[in-house]
Every structure is written in structure tokens, then in C-alpha cells.
């Protein structure tokens, strides 16, 4: 049959019209796409079934001159030292959306690899606790690192490993540590024990994650964590008893990332009211998310939306936040509740998950640059991440060795786009103008950590339910 060229016409105006109302993200494929991420990330040896085939064997002598077994677990971001703490941050948020949604990952098909993610993760912090008071906590410096682009397969730079132990105490490693595997018990008793910041103790790490807000919040993160695997009182105990000296509730904060976390710690579903205290500071957290701060304490926001917190690695920021608006948003609505911000703002589950969707959604393509962040993803996304693997040929395609300033010389200042893709990874963002300039040098915008992605596997898993649900989603 033949369609006259007015149907044809009104046919198109009709899709013109509506396309702009039902743009959906198929939150399946980012949800498949962010969990690859985490093979690229891998050190050590890969396994047979390792998906992402661009990456080789790294790292395979990483502990030998300290004598321990140290083979294994994630480059952080893009370069090639392993660090304890955004790695067992990066661990534990993966954990926790797995614990929230895991039903809705398994449903996606995702399950597995979800659980390979973390089991990187937690095989090698096995390995970096080989003595009850003992946690290695760094592979690698980032000084002679940063000298070099090399990729991790080729790497001549110093494996130097740092550890905490008695007399060089790091409570907030291995406190985040503990809460990542959660039931090894034995590491809290450690981090506590040995009660300092790891900073002090490994004063290499200074400069690339020192622990600003100090070791009482990954000690009381521990410890929620470690009453919820284990359903022992004395960690609950702990969370009540330190709660004030350690200012899990007198603090007033408006980030959560991997170094603060009095955030999350409403946890804790007790009727106590030091809970409640907690509980409290979590929703102050979500309210100035929402821009209905009662102090007045708000987040910025991008003229396109973005919550805003700083010109680095912003993302890392608005990944946590959806990831907690999204598991609120459920917890309002399974609880039938509402959220009071201020005496007359009160906020339900639809207000917080249509926030949480908005910067799911800016993030996937829908901001002014038209740009997806999470690499890999739609026609349009960052083609020069800062990474030193993705931004040279790969190992199975090119053999020869490439050396530590030769990469500089031959790869990084390159025009031309990475050569391999690094799927599933989400660069640190645009600016507080929404502008990303997609340059290998612009390591604030284009560089990017395990731990902006993690929070977002859990988050996309459930997004990807809703809109089976309801297909307007
Ligand atoms: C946030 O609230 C302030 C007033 O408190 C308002 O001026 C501003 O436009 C709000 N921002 C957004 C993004 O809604």
C-alpha cells in the first residue's frame, strides 16, 4: 500500500512532536556497559573469561620485594598505583547496591558480573591483610607514577608497597576496608585498635587521598556495616556509643563520597534516638540535595541541572547522591512516608527519585553539550579519557614495550581519540557552566575513578525495572 505524502508528512510531525516528550535512556544497556568498567580496572592476572579484551596481565610482581602476595585488585582512575581507600569505597558501594537491588541486577542479567566486580575487589584485600594487624594499603606511588604514561601492562615504575600496621596506624583504611568485606570481623578490631589516620601513617598518599574528615567516619561505616552482616550488638553498641565523640551526628555536611560518609550512617532502622540523631543527618544530606536545605546549606546546581560541588571529578559527587535519593525515594515509598526538609516542605518519593533520575539522565546525554558521560554509552561520549591504557594501543595489538616518557612523547598529546574505548567508565564532568572540553590534559573533566561508577550499577539496575514498569519512565 502506498502512503500519500500528507499521511507521510503528518506521520513525521507527529513523531517530530512526540520524540522530544518520551526521550528514555535504555538504563539495561548502561547498567551492562558501567559493569565492564571494572575489568579495565584490573590488575593482576585476568581470567579467561575477562569480557574486556583490551587489557593483559599487569602488575604480576606487586608485593615480592615486600614479600607478600599483592597481585591483583583495581587501579583506581587513570593511572596505575593501587589505592586501599577509594578501592574498598569503590568495593562497598558495588556491595551495597548489589545488597538494595540485587533482584532488579539479576533481572537485567547482571548478577554475575555484579559479583565478579566485587569479588576483585575483596579477593584482593584477602591477600593485603596477611596478619591480623597488618593492611597494605598502597601499591605504587603516585610521584613516579606520574612521571610516566605507561600502560599497566608495561609498567617500569615503582611497585613500592605501604602498609599499616601497630606502629603505623591507618584506622580509615582499613576501617573502609572492613566495611567493603563487611564480615572480616578481625580488620575492624584491627583499625580500631590501632586508632590514626592513614595519611600520617603512609605519608606518600597525602596529595591523592588524604583523609580529610579523618578515621571516625570510616570506623562508625565499619561498624553499621559490620552490625548489619554480622547482626552482633557490640557493633551496634559501637555505632550508638561513639557516636558523639566521633561526630557522627554533630557534624552538619552536605558530600558524601569516599571520605565522608557520616551521611549514610541512618542505616541503623533502630527506634533509638541516637539513631534517629543519625537518621537526621542523612535526610539534612538529601534536603540540600533537593534545594530545600532548612540551614539554608544547599547543593549548587549547573544552569542544566547537575548538582554541583567542585570543578574535580564533580561526578564522583552527583553518582553518590542519585544512588542515595534513589534508595530513599524507595524507603519513602515502601514506608508510605514523606521526607520533611522544613516545616512546610515536605518532599515524598517522587520529588527525591525524579531528582535522582535528572542527573541519571544529564549524565547519559541529556545536558546542553548533548555529551553521554559514562563512556561507551549513546553516539556522542568523552573520546579522550585520561587513562594511560585506553589512550595507547593495546598490549594484543602492539607488543613492544612502550616506555615510561615515550608514551608522553608518542600518545598523550595526541589529537586523535583514545584507541581503545573505556566502557563503562564516568569521566569527572563538566564544569559549574555545563562545558566539557574533551582533552587527554584535562584530567579534572576527563579522568575516570571506579568509584563514580560504582553507586550507579545498583542505581541504573532499578531505573531499568521502573521503566518495564512503566514505559513514560
Ligand atoms: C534553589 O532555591 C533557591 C531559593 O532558596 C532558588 O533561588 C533557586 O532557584 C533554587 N534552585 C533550583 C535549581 O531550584
Not at 46 to 70: A, E, K
Not at 103 to 112: F, P, S, V
Request: hydrophobic share 35%; aromatic share 12%; glycine share 8%.
Amino acid at each position: 500500500m502506498k502512503i500519500s505524502n500528507k499521511a507521510f508528512a503528518s506521520t513525521m510531525i507527529f513523531f517530530l512532536l512526540i520524540l522530544p516528550l518520551t526521550h528514555s535512556f535504555n538504563y539495561q544497556q548502561a547498567l551492562s556497559i558501567s559493569l565492564l568498567y571494572f575489568e579495565s580496572q584490573r590488575s593482576g592476572r585476568l581470567p579467561y573469561n575477562q569480557r574486556l579484551t583490551w587489557r593483559h596481565h599487569s602488575g604480576l610482581t606487586d608485593g615480592l620485594h615486600q614479600g607478600v602476595d599483592l597481585v591483583g585488585g583495581y587501579y583506581d582512575a587513570g593511572d596505575n598505583v593501587k589505592f586501599g581507600l577509594p578501592m574498598a569505597f569503590t568495593v562497598t558501594m558495588l556491595s551495597w547496591g548489589v545488597i538494595e537491588y540485587g533482584e532488579q541486577i539479576a533481572a537485567a542479567g547482571e548478577y554475575i558480573h555484579a559479583l565478579e566486580a566485587i569479588k576483585w575487589g575483596t579477593d584482593y584485600f584477602i591477600k593485603a591483610h596477611p596478619h591480623p594487624n597488618v593492611l597494605w594499603a598502597q601499591v605504587g606511588d603516585g610521584a613516579t607514577d606520574h612521571y610516566c604514561w605507561q600502560r599497566p601492562e608495561d609498567m617500569t615504575t615503582s611497585r613500592q608497597a605501604y602498609k599499616i600496621d601497630e606502629n603505623n596506624p591507618g584506622s580509615d583504611v582499613a576501617g573502609e576496608t572492613a566495611a567493603a568485606m563487611a564480615a572480616a570481623a578481625i580488620l575492624f578490631e584491627f583499625g580500631d585498635k590501632y586508632r590514626g589516620k592513614y595519611d600520617e601513617s603512609i605519608e606518600v598518599v597525602k596529595g591523592y587521598y588524604p583523609s580529610a574528615s579523618g578515621y571516625m567516619d570510616e570506623l562508625l561505616w565499619a561498624a553499621t556495616w559490620l552490625y548489619k552482616a554480622s547482626g552482633k550488638e557490640e557493633y551496634l553498641k559501637y555505632v550508638i556509643e561513639n557516636a558523639l565523640d566521633f561526630g557522627g551526628i554533630s557534624w552538619a555536611i552536605n558530600e558524601f563520597s569516599w571520605d565522608i560518609k557520616y551521611a549514610v550512617e541512618e542505616k541503623q532502622k533502630e527506634e533509638k534516638l541516637i539513631v534517629e540523631a543519625y537518621k537526621s543527618k542523612a535526610e539534612h544530606y538529601l534536603c540540600s540535595c533537593l534545594n530545600k536545605s532548612s540551614t539554608n546549606n544547599n547543593l549548587k546546581r549547573t544552569p542544566g541541572g547537575l548538582l554541583y560541588t567542585r570543578k574535580w571529578n564533580n561526578l564522583q559527587y552527583v553518582t553518590t547522591a542519585t544512588f542515595l535519593l534513589t534508595l530513599y525515594s524507595d524507603h519513602l515509598e515502601s514506608s508510605n512516608q514523606r521526607l520533611r526538609c522544613s516545616n512546610d516542605d515536605e518532599v515524598g518519593p517522587e520529588e527525591m527519585l525524579s531528582l535522582a533520575k535528572s542527573q541519571v539522565d544529564y549524565i547519559l546525554g541529556e545536558n546542553p553539550m548533548g555529551m553521554s558521560y559514562l563512556v561507551g554509552f549513546g553516539g556522542r561520549y568523552p573520546e579522550r579519557v585520561h587513562h594511560r591504557g585506553a589512550s595507547m594501543e593495546s598490549v594484543k595489538e602492539k607488543r613492544g614495550f612502550i616506555g615510561c616518557v615515550q608514551g608522553y612523547d608518542d600518545w598523550y598529546g595526541r589529537v586523535d581519540g583514545n584507541p581503545n574505548v573505556l566502557m563503562g567508565a564516568v569521566v569527572g564532568g563538566p564544569n559549574e557552566r555545563d562545558e566539557f572540553n574533551d582533552e587527554r590534559s584535562n584530567f579534572r573533566q576527563t579522568e575516570a575513578c571506579t568509584y563514580n561508577t560504582a553507586p550507579l550499577v545498583g542505581v541504573f539496575a532499578r531505573f531499568n525495572q521502573l521503566q518495564s514498569q512503566n514505559h513514560d519512565f
